[in-house]
């Protein structure tokens, strides 16, 4: 059983930055795909990024790319999310998750374990 752990959310303004990042434990962390995904108020839960094990593929959301940069640290068991020129869209709870197997995927079901999310305010 894996457990993750979101931290590094909080209000910043637009055009601002946050690391968000996500501490593993429970399981054998370098052979899980992770990935970020966030839901706004009012909308659904959609994919923000995703990694290989290697951390040598990554998948964005077009929305976020060029702006937001996700990475692995295996040593560390810790994956993170990168935002830059945060946007007052972006606001929403983030969530990391990880599934099981060696290909990136954006599709929420092959997540088997999410954190419980993390808070991220952009302003005007």
């Known amino acids: 059983q894996v457990q993750l752990v979101e931290s590094g959310g909080g209000l910043v303004q637009a055009g601002g930055s946050l690391r968000l990042s996500c501490a593993a434990s429970?399981?054998?962390?370098?052979?899980?795909?992770m990935g970020w995904f966030r839901q706004a108020p009012g909308k659904e839960r959609e994919f923000v990024a995703a990694?290989?094990?290697?951390?040598?593929?990554?998948y964005y959301a077009d929305s976020v790319k060029g702006r937001f940069t996700i990475s692995r640290d295996n040593g560390k068991n810790t994956v993170y999310l990168q935002m830059n020129s945060l946007k007052p869209e972006d606001t929403a709870v983030y969530y990391c998750?990880?599934?099981?197997?060696?290909?990136?995927?954006?599709?929420?079901?092959?997540?088997?374990?999410w954190g419980q999310g993390t808070q991220v305010t952009v302003s005007s």
């Open positions: 998750a990880a599934a099981p197997g060696p290909i990136p995927t954006m599709r929420q079901y092959e997540y088997h374990y």
């Open positions: 429970g399981g054998t962390f370098s052979r899980y795909v």
């Open positions: 990694l290989t094990w290697s951390g040598g593929i990554t």
